[in-house]
């Protein structure tokens, strides 16, 4: 289930990732890093535009953890913006599309979702290392 109003990213190799995902149906076999990928179809927070954004897989028990790592910079990736203006989105996970509505989470639900995040991504604690600001985690619950 694809918006054919939803935008590409402009990064070469993130468009490369979503263009496979939408012509295949199914995220199976999209992997960033090494590490698997859903795709979350967001609303941009300033233009209102649907914006195709893949992240790394962390699920447990039917919800979802995203995690604004943004390789360690030192600022929010730009969709961090986009899920706090408009948290209800889709997210693709396989052939399968849901509604979910994100929150933000800190102390010992942040520390759960965030070591389950690790677990999928080990990447995760390096990038954390990285940089100053609190590495953003939201959970994504069903609707």
């Known amino acids: 289930m694809t918006d054919k109003t939803a935008e590409l990213s402009p990064t070469d190799w993130v468009q490369d990732q979503t263009k496979r995902i939408l012509e295949t149906g199914t995220t199976e076999g999209v992997e960033m890093r090494g590490a698997p990928v ?10 209102g535009k649907l914006r195709y954004t893949p992240v790394m897989r962390v699920e447990h028990d039917g919800r979802y953890a995203v ?59 390096e990038t954390q290392a990285m940089t100053d600001r609190q590495v953003p985690v939201f959970v994504l619950d069903p609707k």
Not at 38 to 47: C, D, S, Y
Not at 94 to 109: F, I, L, N, P, Q
Not at 115 to 123: L, T
């Open 38 to 47: 859903v795709l979350l179809t967001l609303r941009g927070a300033k233009t």
């Open 67 to 125: 995690v604004g790592s943004k390789g360690g910079a030192p600022e929010h990736p730009a969709w961090y913006y986009n899920i706090k203006a408009h948290p209800e989105f889709t997210l693709q996970d396989g052939t399968v599309t849901k509604t979910y509505v994100a929150r933000e989470v800190d102390g010992a639900e942040r520390t759960e979702w965030w070591e389950r995040a690790v677990a999928a991504y080990p990447r995760y604690a």
